[in-house]
């Protein structure tokens, strides 16, 4: 019997798609992408998967160099093909940095932001190939984690017609705002950090209304909760998507470029083999893959047996299959389901037990190593700053 014969590593990317997943990495300041601004000037792609990319900055001397080359190899990381990413370092001329205070000063004067979302937040969008993985559970308790440890959390519920975030959460009441503008319900928490949660739930008289619309309709209603509520300034905001890849997956694709995603999966099979679709999507819109979330890996009886019943292995099948790490795995204990409908999740209220722990665990991975909260220095601020200047002249001039 002969060895089997093993599997071709993947080729490397295409430029244009190295370049399409660059239009991710946004600056903060100038709420704009690196390749909108004219800061990506070169990039090569080995046959060996090795990435080299040439970064111009306004400096050499620039203080984010360290939070650039992290976003950029993060992003480009997640292709298929690639085995390493270099960062190389460059300073425009003259001329280019006239051509990104131009940019800039259009930013200021003229364009509006597509969304109401902070650049420094990192949103990261809770996907799933099929409905009953648990999806909605991990965004509410990731969320709470994440808060839990300080920062200050937006939670986005784009499940529209199956929204069950403000029930999880403990949160009812309708959405108020004013000049235009939705404020989002807040859950404050002892510790500082907080909750800002948007749902369609807020806007229903009653949680079992049925929502029949189309899906363009549905596109609508998520953009509208990007570009008309008055979020807070956010370190993460965490988006419940309705599972498969439709019409609303693509919009939030479009509109927040700088998005990132976990895929959620059970050990069942199936669960598994529709999840790959989801992170082809992703893979197709351009939106790294942060990792993925075994839900429900075994069950956790009172006394502290494990039973594996939903089968064993599909999360890290999938995350093989896709080339994305296995981030957590999450076991099913009843105080999860009672969380969920208290409206207290057990990452808040039991943070010891199994699942409480797998979730904290969770979002301290985040925060420490996969997704850190953006810190914001002075960059690209002096490109800004020389455009302010030179507006200041135009204007005197006129």
């Not at 749902?199 to 509208?224: C, H, N, P």
């Not at 037990?353 to 220095?377: C, H, T």
């Not at 601020?381 to 005197?396: G, M, Q, S, Y």
Request: net charge negative.
């Amino acid at each position: 019997m002969t060895d089997p014969i093993p599997a071709s590593p993947p080729a490397p990317p295409s430029v244009a798609d190295i370049r399409g997943m660059l239009g991710g990495v946004m600056d903060p300041e100038l709420r704009a992408s690196i390749v909108d601004l004219g800061m990506v000037h070169d990039v090569v792609a080995d046959a060996d998967g090795v990435v080299t990319i040439h970064i111009a900055l306004t400096t050499l001397g620039c203080p984010l160099q360290a939070e650039i080359r992290r976003e950029i190899q993060s992003k480009v990381t997640g292709l298929p093909g690639v085995t390493d990413v270099k960062v190389r370092w460059v300073e425009m001329t003259q001329e280019q940095k006239s051509a990104a205070m131009q940019q800039a000063r259009l930013n200021a004067r003229e364009n509006a932001p597509d969304t109401m979302i902070p650049a420094t937040t990192r949103v990261l969008t809770i996907s799933s190939g099929k409905g009953g993985v648990g999806k909605s559970s991990v965004t509410v308790n990731l969320a709470a984690a994440l808060a839990a440890r300080g920062l200050r959390v937006g939670v986005l519920d784009a499940d529209i017609w199956g929204f069950s975030v403000p029930r999880m959460l403990g949160v009812d009441g309708r959405l108020t705002g004013e000049n235009g503008k939705i404020t989002p319900h807040v859950r404050e928490l002892p510790n500082g950090g907080s909750l800002e949660i948007v749902s369609m739930g807020f806007l229903v008289d009653d949680e079992s209304t049925a929502l029949m619309w189309r899906g363009l309709i549905l596109t609508k209603a998520v953009e509208q909760f990007l570009t008309d509520v008055r979020w807070g300034e956010l370190d993460y905001l965490l988006v419940d998507m309705p599972p498969g890849t439709g019409d609303v997956q693509m919009g939030l694709a479009r509109m927040l470029p700088q998005a990132e995603m976990l895929v959620v999966t059970t050990p069942a099979l199936a669960a598994q083999k529709v999840a790959t679709r989801v992170a082809d999507m992703a893979r197709r819109s351009y939106m790294k893959i942060v990792g993925v979330v075994e839900n429900m890996s075994e069950f956790v009886a009172p006394d502290g047996q494990r039973f594996a019943l939903f089968g064993q292995g599909g999360g890290t099948a999938l995350a093989a299959e896709i080339n994305a790490p296995l981030v957590a795995s999450i076991p099913l204990e009843p105080a999860v389901s009672e969380g969920g409908d208290t409206g207290n999740p057990i990452a808040l209220a039991a943070p010891d037990s199994p699942a409480g722990a797998a979730f904290n665990e969770l979002a301290a991975r985040l925060v420490d190593e996969l997704l850190p909260p953006v810190e914001m220095a002075g960059c690209t601020a002096r490109i800004f700053e020389l455009a302010a200047e030179n507006l200041a002249r135009i204007d005197e001039a006129n």
